[in-house]
């Protein structure tokens, strides 16, 4: 069985789907609604944004890309998911860029 154009780009429209989904999913809810909790969560939103234009970005190069293919190769499937796995290793979840930034921008002179 050959693999078709069309095959190949709804694999990968689905994997950058799944990726947008558990990006939105990771948005950590506030544990209250004081103003800090508030200013916290609209950062995670304001990220969530951002990283959604990037894998958006991400799919339309992907999609721009698509259009010069005739007939997938097995060389274009397996650059397809190399491709599909950098999308997915782009640390972009809202979750975890607070944990990074808590990790890594500390006050200078703390431990």
């Known amino acids: 069985m050959q693999l078709t154009k069309h095959r190949l780009e709804s694999f990968?429209?689905?994997v950058i789907a799944i990726i947008?989904?558990?990006m939105v999913l990771s948005i950590p809810l506030p544990p209250s609604f004081a103003a800090g909790d508030i200013l916290?969560?609209?950062?995670?939103?304001f990220i969530y944004l951002v990283s959604f234009i990037v894998v958006g970005s991400f799919w339309n190069s992907h999609h721009r890309v698509?259009?010069?293919v005739e007939q997938p190769t097995a060389r274009i499937s397996a650059y397809n998911l190399l491709?599909?796995?950098f999308c997915r290793s782009f640390r972009c979840s809202p979750s975890g860029s607070s944990k990074t930034r808590a990790k890594f921008c500390r006050p200078s002179g703390t431990i």
């Open 40 to 45: 916290k969560f609209l950062l995670s939103i």
């Open 12 to 14: 990968s429209d689905g």
């Open 66 to 68: 698509f259009l010069m």
């Open 20 to 22: 947008i989904t558990i």
């Open 83 to 85: 491709y599909l796995f």
